[in-house]
């Protein structure tokens, strides 16, 4: 029960920060999370699946208000993808980009604990 109200807190963090700084809070938001949790196991994971998960809430709103469906299409055809694959592709992004800035936030959090 912790762990999914973790995610989704850290869920909520992730969109709103996305919403008003953009992709690159991400990565903040996944170092800050990682630093303040680097003695649970897990919290890398959790941070990725976090950031998928408001990036999809994000784009779902975004899906309500406009024509994500076309421009999927039209991105799609651009890269040669099928357009749910520019959708997987883009909520695969953030949680790549929250794992890999975690695993970096906390081993450095470690390597500052050891000196």
Known sequence: M????RLILLATAFAIATFVVGWWAVPIVAAVYAA???A???SAILSGFA???????LLAITAARGPVGTLAAELGGVLN???IAVIAV???FPGLLAISA??????LTARGNQV
Not at 2 to 5: G, V
Not at 102 to 107: D, E, L
Request: no cysteine; proline share 3%; hydrophobic share 60%.
């Open 2 to 5: 912790m762990q999914l109200s």
């Open 36 to 38: 303040i949790s680097s």
């Open 40 to 42: 649970q196991r897990g």
């Open 51 to 57: 950031a998928m998960l408001g990036w999809a809430a």
């Open 81 to 83: 993808l099928k357009p």
């Open 90 to 92: 883009t909520i695969a």
């Open 102 to 107: 975690a695993v970096v936030a906390r081993a």
